[in-house]
């Protein structure tokens, strides 16, 4: 089974209480209000939310899908992009169940897009393959894979719920062009809609869009294969179709 995932930021407290594991004291703000109490008085974020917990959330939800003969991709940030949190990230990753053998990494823009060697020597402790962008075969669709949405996305108004940086112009130079027929397996924008483009081929496996857990390549045919109902037809919240992923 081939699962894919993207944006874990591991090590990142900022994207760790977007997330919603501020620590109970500091609940009531929200992550900005958090980042901005923590600058106005010299703290550290880090001490004010439970990224640990973020991170072994995250490590148990892979292990509990990804097995020792399956294939993962992962499409890019792992951390905050800096080279402590990347180390510290990297060390978590050791615990995954699949091994590295079977561990895939599409970069990602908290990445170095242009395969700095020194990160990329560290990142090849943990993933049998690095690439900026890739293709893989779901189920007899040729499908890419990119960190990215298609690149006329950074041309338009991003849609409500997306990052600050979602739309960002330049990281349109990394992103697929849309033909109109390829199949496109992304992240980056941190949307809770795995079709927030309301492509019916372009797919968000981000960690936000699905409940912090990989997407395996059935979800990926089962969704492709209904994508025009959910777009236009979207379900309830806790309905049984969107609980199918």
Known sequence: MKWFTSDLHLHHPFVAALRGYTKPE???????????HARENRLKLADMVDWQRHDHTILDNINATVGENDELYVLGD?????????????????????????????????????????QMRQLLDVFATIDASGATVI?????????????????????????????????????????????????????????????????????????????????????FANAERLIFFPPEPHSTLKRHR
């Open 139 to 223: 189920g007899g669709l040729n499908v890419l894979l990119s960190h990215f949405q298609f690149r006329k996305h950074f041309e338009q108004p991003a849609p409500q719920g997306l990052s600050t940086n979602a739309c960002d112009p330049q990281y349109a130079q990394y992103a697929f062009v849309d033909n109109g027929f390829s199949w496109l397996l992304h992240g980056h924008t941190h949307s809770t809609d795995p079709f927030e483009f309301s492509n019916p081929h372009e797919l968000n496996i981000g960690m936000d869009a699905w409940g912090l857990r990989p997407v395996s390549e059935e979800q990926v045919l089962w969704h």
């Open 26 to 36: 500091h609940a009531h703000m929200t992550a900005d209000q958090l980042r901005e």
């Open 78 to 118: 792992l951390s905050t992009g800096g080279r402590a949190s990347l180390t510290a990230a990297l060390h978590t990753l050791e615990g995954l169940r699949v091994p590295r053998a079977r561990r895939h990494l599409i970069l990602g823009n908290h990445e170095d897009l242009h395969g700095g060697y020194s």
